[in-house]
């Protein structure tokens, strides 16, 4: 395929069949070229993958969290991804989970993005209005595409550059955190994310069976989780905003 050639991955596990609709909707309706990525399936993962690829406290400040296998598994369907683009030489690759629809705001988002677009840039096209505030790079319009400090969280759907996806293979051989927050550790990563407002996606699980990552966790281990979350996102923020406000 062309280099400059753009294309989109959506990461579906097989056996989710309650969203095979909503995979076939996203192929006709997005703009570009669409592509199945075969998520990883957290239940055919062997101990010796998890061990070889996971490794606890591995970047500081440290993940409070262990992570489960459903966790690991959805950082190793993203690596697919990135492979995917490197592999098939595209200049970018839409990366989009199966639980995401596009609303009115798509097409806006999508031209901003694909404007402002360089081999390097990892640029997200977030769910939740309103919750990354950062310097503004490019604005089309009533768009614009910020460098939000800190990154938001969700994997939803992002734009990645093949430089941007050669770097990110090569700093995740291992990881000790889910790729959404690691992502938000430019300082780590060598990417520094962008986002696009509004984003022209919505997030959909609710209406296709549930979040495939949930599992069920006892009430001593929800309760360190609340109280350990704060602490540790306080800590992503001061060294974001450390970080950050690189200029344009």
């Known amino acids: 395929m062309k280099s400059d050639a753009i294309k989109a991955f959506i990461i579906h596990l097989d056996r989710a069949t309650d969203r095979r609709g909503q995979v076939e909707k996203l192929i006709a309706e997005l703009p570009i070229p669409a592509e199945i990525i075969d998520a990883v399936d957290g239940r055919r993962l062997g101990q010796a993958e998890i061990e070889r690829v996971y490794r606890r ?139 696009v407002h509004p984003g022209g996606v919505e997030e959909v699980s609710a209406h296709l069976g549930g979040s495939t990552l949930k599992q069920k966790r006892s009430v001593m281990h929800r309760l360190s989780r609340e109280i350990l979350r704060p602490i540790y996102r306080m800590r992503i923020r001061s060294l974001s905003r450390k970080h950050g406000k690189r200029p344009a």
């Not at 993203?78 to 097409?107: C, M, P």
């Not at 993005?113 to 640029?123: G, H, N, V």
Request: charged share 20%; aromatic share 8%; net charge neutral.
């Open 57 to 195: 406290h591995l970047h500081k400040p440290p993940y409070p969290f262990r992570l489960s296998i459903n966790e690991i598994a959805c950082f190793l369907s993203h690596r697919k991804a990135w492979q995917a683009i490197v592999d098939q030489n595209l200049a970018a690759g839409l990366v989009i989970e199966d639980d995401v629809a596009l609303n009115s705001d798509f097409a806006d988002a999508w031209n901003a993005a694909r404007a402002y677009l360089e081999p390097s840039q990892f640029i997200r096209l977030p769910f939740r209005p309103g919750k990354e505030t950062g310097p503004e790079r490019f604005r089309k319009e009533g768009t614009r595409i910020i460098e939000p400090i800190p990154v938001g969280l969700g994997m939803v759907a992002q734009l990645v550059g093949r430089d941007a996806a050669k770097q990110l293979l090569a700093v995740t051989k291992q990881f000790d955190r889910p790729v959404d927050t690691l992502m938000q550790m430019s300082w780590v990563t060598g990417v520094n994310p962008l986002s």
